[in-house]
């Protein structure tokens, strides 16, 4: 009888053992699958992760390229830049579109031959030989003076469009249509 006892006892920790070596084995099973479910996940993460990052810089790119050409579009025009900074100076001219066509003329800064202060009512093409200092000088550096150019009531649109045709000559036009 204690054979038999003996027997059964050691045939239940077998089964107890296996049960375990069985559950652990399951266990083991289990965390391979989820460290090979990890691995992937981290692999297609990775994949993901350098994606996004090539898709960054490209971006970064694409944007460092269109900030360059928005900043150089800001130095190319079809027309040269102001002879001096905006908004430091006044216009070096105010120029009064008159019916007829005339132009009269008031200097507000000295410029080359030009004395401030001084007023002188011109047609189209008396402006642009009285001014061709101006303009040759323009030209030679390539920019334009700022003018402030008005409109008095009886300008008939022809002769507007003469006048600010010799105006744009020589100097950039302020104010006219305003």
Known sequence: MINATLLEVFLALVFIIFGLAVWKQQELDEN????ISVRKTSVNEKVWTDSIAVLLRDRQLKDSVAKRVVDSLKFMSREPANCE??????EFLTIVL???PSLVVTVNRTILSHEAGSTTTLSGAEFEKEFRD??????????????????VEGTSKTDYKRALA?????????GFLE
Not at 32 to 35: F, G, V
């Open 32 to 35: 391979q699958k989820e460290l």
């Open 85 to 90: 900074a905006d908004g430091l100076t006044p």
């Open 98 to 100: 008159r019916p007829g």
């Open 134 to 151: 101006v303009k040759a000088y323009s030209s030679a550096k390539l920019c334009y003076y700022r003018v402030r150019v008005r409109d």
């Open 166 to 174: 010799a105006i744009y000559t020589t100097f950039r036009p302020k």
